[in-house]
């Protein structure tokens, strides 16, 4: 099921980058996120480790000035899932509970018109890259199809960003590793990583991303240093991220 859905978003921002005449990005999927999900707008942002954003993509003008108030204010739904890593999923920012939790940007946040807002991380392991972040003028949860698909499409971004970042195209070939000698190291590393972790090598291939995307290191160095023993990737419940051996 979640293999169809995923392929369905997938169909449909492909169909999108066709009509618009545009290659599959980031933007695209944004474009195609708002308008399969029903909101009013929807942004990703990237993080720094300073808690510092970068917008990356914005769709809809509500978007554009929820992130210039977040960075002005220093609060919101998008700041609070950086701090936590999970979705914070706000159906009526006029709920008074709202106001105390962000005394600055609520009211602000329903003067320019927004009454719900749905932060979604973009994540791996210990890793937080970003936020997409979904707007609406008019109060009301996600319905659960809805999330569900918001959800999706925050794992095709991530996936862009950090497959981009590695040097991999969009449909997991490679611009870089796929056909030269490095891939092999790639493939080495990702086995010494699922053993360390005790995960499957998807999961330890997804671990590495998310390192190299974090610290803007090209995947094929990041596994010629796990295979050194110069880098080595901690569990996440140890309540440790990636550092250097």
């Known amino acids: 099921m979640l293999g169809e859905r995923a392929a369905r978003l997938r169909a449909l921002v492909a169909e999108r980058a066709t009509i618009l005449g545009v290659p599959v990005s980031v933007a695209v999927v944004c474009e195609t996120c708002s308008m399969t999900v029903g909101v009013d707008g929807t942004q990703v942002s990237l993080w720094d480790e300073d808690g510092r954003s970068t ?35 706000v159906a009526d920012l006029a709920e ?3 106001a105390a939790r962000w005394p600055v940007f609520v009211p602000a946040a329903l003067q320019l018109g927004a009454r719900a807002v749905f932060s979604l991380p973009l994540q791996v392991g ?15 949860p996600l319905e659960r199809e809805a999330l569900a698909d918001a959800l999706s499409f925050a794992s095709l971004v991530l996936r862009m960003l950090l497959d981009g970042q590695a040097g991999l195209d969009p449909d997991g070939g490679t611009a870089d ?3 030269s000698p490095r891939r092999a190291e790639v493939h080495q590393a ?43 990737l901690e569990t996440d419940d140890k309540g440790k991220g990636p550092h250097d051996a």
């Open 55 to 89: 917008p990356l993509c914005s769709v809809g003008p509500l978007s554009d000035r929820l992130e210039e108030l977040r960075f002005t204010t220093g609060e919101g739904p998008a700041v609070e899932t950086l701090r936590t890593g999970g979705p914070v999923l």
């Open 96 to 98: 008074e509970r709202h």
């Open 126 to 140: 210990a890793a937080r890259v970003g936020v997409l972040e979904l707007t609406r003028h008019r109060p009301g």
């Open 177 to 179: 590793d796929l056909f």
């Open 190 to 232: 990702t086995g010494m990583v699922a053993v360390h972790l005790n995960v499957d090598v998807t999961e330890a291939l997804a671990r590495m991303r998310g390192y190299a995307f974090a610290h803007d290191e090209p995947l094929s160095r990041v596994a010629a240093r796990i295979i050194s023993g110069d880098l080595r």
